[in-house]
C-alpha cells in the first residue's frame, strides 16, 4: 500500500515482490522468488543467517531450491503461527521441486 500510495507504484510485478518479500505466496512470480531470496540473505541482524549457506548452496539448483529450503529451515523451527501465504507457498515449492527432482538432502 505504501509503495503504491506513497512512492506512485504501479507496476504490478513490483507490487507483487514487496507484498510477498517476507512470506512468499502461491503463484509467486520469478521477480517475487528474487525479491523473497534477497530479503532472506541480506540479513539484519549482526550475525550470520543460520540457513544462509544452505540457502546460498541450493540456489546453484533453481531458485524455488533455495526458497524451498529455507521454508524448511522456518518451518522446523519454533513458528507458532505461520502465515497462511507462507503456508500455501511452502506447499507450491515442495511440489515444484519434487517435479524439477531438486536434492533434497
Known sequence: ??????????DPDILSAISCHTTLKTHY?????????ADK???DRKDQAPFLTGLL????DS???AAE????WLFAGDLVVPHPWAVAAK???ANTCASMDVRRD
Open 29 to 37: 512470480r520469478r521477480l517475487d522468488l528474487l525479491v523473497f531470496l
Open 63 to 65: 531458485l524455488e531450491a
Open 91 to 93: 506447499a507450491e515449492l
Open 69 to 72: 529450503f529455507y521454508m524448511d
Open 41 to 43: 540473505i541480506k540479513w
Open 1 to 10: 500500500m505504501l509503495a503504491k500510495t506513497v512512492f506512485q507504484v504501479s
Open 57 to 60: 548452496d541450493r540456489l546453484d
